[in-house]
């Protein structure tokens, strides 16, 4: 467990620092040409991470960044491009036993050390993700807004 701990921190590091990457002020810096013609109102709203019919990818994209997902729809009414955003949580499912850990502890009974062996648990989580909004896009514009109702 000593040897994991590092590589641990190290991670939660590196994931800390890359979620911090992906902010407002980034990306609107990243789309400063469509950022500067908003006005205030809007900027406010996208901010706020809301979007509405008729924003643009570049509006979309500074609001909720990245989608997890893209995908194209082709039907008879033409072509259309739907993002996808999804949430990331990590549910407990309990501990488990992993190993025993050796005790050396000093018996008074009779007057030596001795080992004992303790059982060791660690707890259990499940990486869980659930599509939280659908947004779709035909002639370069938002169409649809297809998002959960969960409380």
Known sequence: M???RPVLFALC???LFLAGCNTYQKRAAEKSAVYNTLDADT???LEARSIQMGDTA???YIALGTPDEKREIIDAS???TTWIYNNYWREYQGSRLVSYRRTVVYDEAVKSYRVVEQPDYQPVYES??????RITFKNAVVTVIDQSLRN
């Open 2 to 4: 000593r040897t994991l």
């Open 13 to 15: 590091t590196a994931t």
């Open 43 to 45: 900027r406010t709203r």
């Open 58 to 60: 570049d509006m979309v």
């Open 78 to 80: 033409g072509k259309a």
């Open 128 to 133: 869980r993700s659930e599509e939280r909004v």
